[in-house]
C-alpha cells in the first residue's frame, strides 16, 4: 500500500502521534516513558519527518531515536493537551465527588463493594454532578476543601 501525504498534512500526523503517545503515557522529555507497544510505530512515525518535509518538528535523541521536537509539541499540540487534561480533571472531579455523595446517602461506607445504582439512584447521581459542574464553572476550585481524616 502507497500512502502520500503534504507536509501539512504529515505534520498533522506526527502532531496526532504526539498527542497519542502522551495520553497513552509516553512524555517526550522522558524517552523512558514510551510504552513499549507503541515505540516501534512512534519511531517509524517520527523517522519519516524529514522525507516529508517536516524535519523542523522532529529532534534526535542520543541514541538516534526520532522524538517530537518543542516546535511540535509546544505548538498547537500544546493547546489541545491543556484542553484535554483540564476537562479530563473537571470531569472526573465531579463525578467522583457524586458517586462519594450518593453513596453516602445511601449509607455506603467509601470503598465498600457497593451493587450498581439503580436507575432512580443514577438519576440523583445526575443530579449531584451538575450540581458540582455548576460549582466548578462558577468557582473552580476556590470553593473545595479538603478534610483530612474527616467526611467531606
Given at each position: ?90 470531569s472526573e472531579l ?23 445504582f439503580t436507575e ?33
Amino acid at each position: 500500500m502507497k500512502v502520500s501525504f503534504t507536509a501539512k498534512e504529515y505534520a498533522r500526523l506526527l502532531e496526532l502521534a504526539h498527542l497519542g503517545l502522551w495520553v497513552a503515557g509516553a512524555r517526550p522529555d522522558d524517552p523512558g516513558t514510551m510504552p513499549a507497544r507503541y515505540a516501534d510505530v512512534a519511531e517509524k512515525v517520527f523517522g519519516l519527518a524529514e522525507t516529508f518535509g517536516c524535519a523542523d518538528l522532529v529532534e534526535t535523541d542520543v541514541n538516534g531515536q526520532p522524538y517530537p521536537a518543542e516546535k511540535l509539541t509546544a505548538g498547537p499540540a500544546e493547546k489541545v493537551l491543556t484542553d484535554f487534561t483540564a476537562d479530563v480533571f473537571w470531569s472526573e472531579l465531579a463525578v467522583r465527588l457524586a458517586e462519594r455523595d450518593l453513596q453516602a446517602e445511601l449509607g455506603r461506607l467509601v470503598g465498600d463493594e457497593a451493587p450498581p445504582f439503580t436507575e432512580a439512584q443514577e438519576e440523583r447521581l445526575r443530579l449531584i454532578e451538575e450540581t458540582y459542574w455548576r460549582e466548578f464553572e462558577a468557582h473552580g476550585t476556590d470553593h473545595v476543601v479538603v478534610l483530612r481524616g474527616g467526611q467531606g
